[in-house]
């Protein structure tokens, strides 16, 4: 066990710094967790207006009522720059002026200037939005034309307008989740990126001064096969990576306010074994010896690439085909898809987690069969030998 | 003797040639990946196209078809229907090829596979079709004589909103990971100015051991290593820009030349953060590097690296985060050349990168001076 006490001597040299990295990114997960709303965009009917209201007639103002009840009205700053850093950073979908004079011309059937947008695309919340407007005002202008005084109109055009129309819902969709196993899931869902970073930036550095060629050397010429060598160290880093995974499968509890239950026991599988395939992927790297500033530039490539192209940080409906099929070519890809299951973005199938879970599983094993052989290569690679002086 | 410390500060960095390599692929292979997976995310995502839905007639309702047909043709149609027998539709619905089906009847409803903005416009569509009924019954029953009048008012296409215009920049959302990457290259150069301090100081290093008994003057060798860091750095900003300009074809707006000097100037501000938490106590070098990359990651995390919207909740809630935060600044400069059409907002933050600059260059300085060492 000496190679073992060896690595676990030099990993406390390095818990300061481990913990700091740890401490980072288990910060970094439960903000991400808890200030996610990107999924408000896509699934929200109400939509994020600002009003600006400089009519202050009651037609108006019963247009921003109205507005107001079918959507969520949102305050801001009348500065073109404000305007313009809510759009973009998606704040409000739209920004509406009612024009001075919009009243009086509403009364005169003129449909012309009475409104002003603000809005960046022609998206479907501008097209939801100015098609909502158009029929408001088309109705206003068709009680008028039906013998109503324009107040009455706009009254008529309000109750109109508060009635809702049943909708029916195919059940083909998965059962949505319940809040706190959804959170639970969003949770998980960061996890490989905060995993992968960790174990790279944590267990890279220290398995470096297992493999520096010094101590290296020195292993292979005692008694110690480089067999045992490297069970040991795999022995050495298990520990460590289970003791890491605990951790942040600890963090979850108090992040999201609850015990896991049901099947949010699979995430927990999920995220073991993708913590294995991150533990995995830092022993074959750490064996080519990179410099250690180099990690971590190899850590923010290979994490950032790897979950932006799964849908770790973009949801996977929102990626094109063909990315998801090169996807597919990396465990990040198969570790979501259990996870959209449990998020209930997608119908859960047992059978199939598990199968998924079994390619994930096929991504250790390579790399743990590579990073022996490349071991076992530098061992039998005969040195050059020194010409005699 | 500047200009000799200059050259050889520059030999030196290109000599590290491992770290200058990655500094050049991170961008190349990062902004590669975010590219492939952007792409059409925006066409696909964000821009409108009209909704794919299925009408099932279950009775003859020649108005109904007259409206879905007006909305449903030429170029800008809302919908694109698709007039078949029930079980087909829900085929469809559950294949996702559709967003809805549309009953026509006597009666009109809507049948939904899931909850979204398509599903919301058709059920609007449905509510508006109930709505000019009830008009048209109500002036049929209480004034028939103004019947045409109402359905021509009805009938009518109404354009009640003016678009003003906001910026003829690119509005796409996902450009801003491509100005987050820039940034991260840029405050990646805290690696290259931390070794700028760990060169120079004689507990760590044994070329700082070296420098400190040499008889140059330690002003003289490390303005010029700040220097010759400085344009290392820049070379790899410049290298970064193109890629994504020219290769990727990734729309910066028209000044791309400010482009070059906004990241130019970031990559320098990097470079002094480096110089400035490498001269920040006795601490290892590993113990240096670590923190190095914890602050920039953090900077990054809060710029939106991660989560997009992450900068507009830190403006909304802690705005001053977004005027310190080193990351934020830069990818903040290329937004504001992008979407505003005056440099006030980019001056400013051209202005705080100098500032930032400055600042930790000087306590870089201050703090790195003057040691002196029992033992070493």
């Known amino acids: 066990m000496q190679v073992f006490k060896t690595f676990l001597k030099v990993l406390r040299k390095h818990l300061g710094i481990s913990a700091l990295y740890i401490v980072l990114f288990m910060a970094v997960g439960a903000a991400m967790t808890l200030m996610d709303d990107s999924r408000q965009m896509f699934e929200q009917t109400r939509l994020d207006i600002c009003v600006f209201d400089e009519d202050g007639t009651p037609e108006s103002k019963a247009l921003c009522a109205l507005i107001g009840q079918k959507h969520n009205l949102v305050t801001l700053e009348k500065n073109d720059d404000v305007i313009l850093d809510a759009l973009y950073y998606e704040r409000v979908n739209y920004v509406l002026t009612i024009k001075r004079g919009y009243g009086e011309k509403l009364a005169a059937g003129d449909t012309e200037g009475l409104l002003e947008s603000r809005h960046f695309h022609e998206s479907y919340s501008t097209v939801y939005t100015e098609q909502f407007l158009n029929e408001y005002v088309g109705t ?26 049943s909708v029916n819902t195919a059940n083909f969709e998965p059962t949505r989740s319940s809040d706190s196993q959804n959170k639970t899931a969003l949770y998980f869902r960061y996890l490989p990126y905060l995993i992968f970073s960790v174990l790279m930036n944590v267990l890279c550095p220290v398995l470096l001064v297992m493999n520096k060629k010094e101590i290296r050397s020195r292993t292979d010429c005692s008694g110690i096969r480089p067999g045992r060598f490297t069970a040991e160290v795999f022995a050495g880093t298990a520990l460590f990576v289970i003791g890491i995974w605990l951790l942040f499968v600890a963090v979850s509890v108090p992040v999201n306010g609850c015990m896991y239950q049901g099947r949010m026991w699979l995430a927990v599988l999920n995220s073991f074994v993708f913590t294995l395939f991150s533990a995995a992927f830092a022993l074959l790297v750490s064996s080519f010896s990179p410099a250690p500033n180099i990690i971590n530039i190899i850590t923010q490539i290979v994490s950032l690439g790897m979950c932006f192209l799964c849908g770790v940080f973009v949801d996977q409906s929102m ?28 119908v859960y199938d047992g059978q199939f987690a598990a199968k998924v879970i079994a390619i994930e599983a096929a991504f250790v094993v390579v790399l743990a069969l590579l990073t022996v052989m490349l071991r076992k290569s530098h061992v039998r690679t005969p040195k050059p030998q020194r010409k005699p002086a | 003797m500047f200009l000799h410390c200059l050259k050889y500060e520059l030999k030196t960095s290109l000599r590290a040639r491992d770290l200058i390599i990655w500094l050049i692929l991170f961008p190349i292979v990062l902004g590669t990946l975010f590219k492939v997976a952007f792409g059409s995310i925006y066409e696909k995502n964000t821009l409108f196209r009209s909704i794919p839905a299925a009408v099932v007639e279950t009775a003859e309702n020649p ?46 409803s809507l049948t939904v596979g899931g909850s979204g903005i398509q599903q919301s416009i058709l059920k609007s569509f449905v509510e508006q079709y109930g709505i000019s009924e009830a008009v048209i019954r109500k002036a049929a029953e209480q004034n028939p004589e103004t019947l045409p009048a109402v359905t021509k008012a009805l009938s009518a296409e109404i354009t009640a ?9 690119n509005t796409d959302p996902f450009i801003q990971y491509f100005y987050n990457l820039i940034a991260m290259v840029a405050i990646f150069g805290s690696v290259t100015g931390l070794h700028i301090a760990i060169d120079y100081q004689a507990n760590l290093s044994l070329l700082g051991a070296r420098r400190s008994c040499a008889s140059v003057p330690t002003a003289v060798s490390r303005t010029a290593a700040i220097l010759g860091s400085w344009l290392t750095q820049a070379v790899c900003m410049v290298i970064c820009v193109s890629y994504l300009a020219f290769v990727l074809k990734i729309d910066f707006g028209s000044r ?51 989560i997009g919207n992450m900068k507009a909740i830190l403006a909304e809630k802690v705005p001053w985060v977004n005027a310190v935060n080193p990351v934020a600044v830069i990818s903040d400069s290329f937004y504001c050349l992008n979407l505003y059409s005056d440099y006030r907002r980019f001056t400013v933050k051209i202005i705080t990168m100098l500032i930032l600059t400055a600042a930790f260059t000087v306590l870089g300085i201050i703090l790195s001076g003057r040691k002196k060492y029992a033992s070493i």
């Not at chain 1, 085909?321 to 449990?342: C, E, K, Q």
């Open chain 2, 256 to 306: 791309l030349p400010q482009v070059y000097l906004a990241a130019v100037l970031g990559g320098c501000m990097g470079v002094a953060m480096g110089f400035f938490i490498g001269s920040i106590g006795k601490l290892s070098q590993n113990a240096k590097v670590g923190i190095a990359m914890t602050v920039s990651m953090t900077c990054c995390f809060l710029s939106g690296l991660m």
């Open chain 2, 63 to 108: 108005y109904f078809r007259a409206a879905a047909d007006a909305v449903s043709a030429g170029n800008d149609a809302l919908f694109s229907l698709t007039y078949t027998d029930e079980q087909t539709a829900l085929g469809l619905l559950k294949n996702k090829e559709i967003s809805g089906i549309l009953y026509a009847g006597d009666t009109v």
């Open chain 2, 161 to 169: 909103c003016t678009r003003v215009p906001l910026t003829d920049g």
């Open chain 1, 140 to 165: 206003v202008r068709a009680f008028i034309a039906g013998g109503d005084s324009p107040a009455d109109a706009v009254a008529h055009a309000e109750a109109a307008f508060a009635k809702e129309v």
């Open chain 1, 319 to 346: 990626l094109g085909d063909g990315v998801l099929s090169a996807a597919r070519f990396l465990p990040a890809y198969w570790y979501i898809r259990v996870n959209r299951m449990l998020e209930g973005a997608e």
